[in-house]
Structures are given as C-alpha cells and as structure tokens.
C-alpha cells in the first residue's frame, strides 16, 4: 500500500537561506509524486509533479524536487527562500488504479526576515 | 469553469442539524475528490468519483456522511446529525482521468459545529 511520510511539522528557516523539506514516500509500483502548496485560508496549489520522466522536477516559484527511488525520498527545496513562501506543504503519493492521492500530514514553512 | 469552486465557503451549523456542501468541478475533469482537512492535520480523503464508475467511499468516516455526483459535474457531500468532531475544512478537487495529472483544489468549505 502506499504512504507518504513528511519528517518535520514544522520547518523554520531565515530568508535568503536553503529550503529543504523532507518526503518519504512507500509504494509497491513505480509512483507518481506530488508536491502541493497551502497558504492561509486557500485551498491547495500543485507546485510540481514527479511521473517518470526526469527525476528532477522543476516546480513554480522556484521549488524542485529530486525523485530518489533508492531512498524512497522526494524531497522539495527551493535554494533562497522568500517571505512569501511561507505556507504549509504537502506531499502525495497516487494510489494509481485505487484513485485518489494519499496525503502527508503537511509541514508548515516559516520564513524569517 | 476556469477552477474548482465550493460553496458555501463557510457554514456554522448547530449539532444535530444537516448540511450540504457543493463542489463544481472544472469542465472536462472526469474525477473528483473529497478531502477532509482539520485543524492541523493532513488530508483526509472521503469519497472519489471517476466517471460513471461506481463511487469508492472507502474513506467515509460513518454512514452519517455521504455524497453524490451528477454525472461529471457538480458533487454534493451532505453531512447529517452533525457532531462537533465534524469541524473541519472540506475540499474538494477534481483532475483528468489519471491522476499522474495532478489535481485542483478548490478553496474549500469551513464548517463549524456548534
């Protein structure tokens, strides 16, 4: 079955400083990965997408995201972090033919000036 | 229409009392999801539809909730006897067949129970 895995709930980093959040992901076939952006009071946005083509994945407003299957990790990082990136992050995993994504529980990003 | 939009964006509702929640999902878009967000939690996924597929409801916490879809388009998760451990944000969201594309979300629907 597939699960997803965040480590931290919480992340706070100073601007202009690396943003790396931490995904760990379990599947039994080959899996398509998400990562989704939460800011206050919105619903959630599709930063990027990992669906077997390159392992590095560009995202918007900066981010990208690396797919190490011997690790089983998809970490998302951004190399200068801004004000603005402050939000909650979610990871996904596709359930595949089941459906529907299985979310990680989220990791809230706090940026300091 | 150009996103997913719910309706309404916020309801307070007495406990015991029914309510409906409407999602409408993008033109085009064959599946659509219900998640269940709390107060600082993760998501939790409820009910998916996919076409003229039979529903899987398997993430439906109790037979006190339940939803409907017309067709491919609008979807109403109705919530009845409400409780006040039922006081989250609602999102739904709705995707292309496959799910390799990714979903969109609409900005949800905050119930509060009272």
């Known amino acids: 079955a597939q699960s997803v895995t965040q480590l931290g709930s919480h992340v706070s980093v100073s601007e202009g400083a690396l943003v790396l959040l931490r995904c760990n992901y379990s599947s039994s076939v080959p899996p398509y990965l998400f990562w989704y952006v939460q800011y206050p009071n919105q619903g959630l946005q599709l930063l990027l997408k990992?669906?077997?083509?390159?392992?590095l994945v560009k995202g918007i407003n900066g981010f990208e995201a690396e797919f190490k299957k011997s690790e089983t990790s998809f970490h998302l990082t951004k190399p200068s972090a801004h004000m603005s990136d402050a939000a909650e992050y979610f990871c996904a995993v596709d359930r595949g033919s089941q459906g529907n994504l299985i979310f990680g529980k989220g990791t809230k990003l706090s940026v300091k000036p | 229409g150009a996103g997913v939009s719910q309706s309404p964006s916020n309801k307070v509702t007495e406990k015991g009392k029914d309510v409906e929640l409407r999602c409408d999902p993008i033109s085009g878009h064959t599946a659509l999801y219900w998640y269940r967000q709390r107060l600082g939690q993760g998501l939790e996924f409820l009910i998916y539809?996919?076409?003229?597929?039979?529903?899987?409801k398997s993430g439906l916490p109790s037979d006190r909730f339940s939803a409907e879809r017309t067709g491919e388009s609008v979807s109403t998760l109705t919530i009845q006897r409400t409780q006040q451990e039922d006081s989250a944000v609602y999102l739904c969201?709705?995707?292309?067949?496959?799910?390799?594309?990714?979903?969109?979300f609409g900005s949800g629907t905050r119930l509060t129970v009272v």
């Open positions: 539809f996919q076409g003229n597929s039979a529903p899987d």
């Open positions: 990992y669906t077997s083509a390159a392992t």
């Open positions: 969201a709705s995707s292309l067949e496959r799910t390799g594309y990714g979903y969109t």
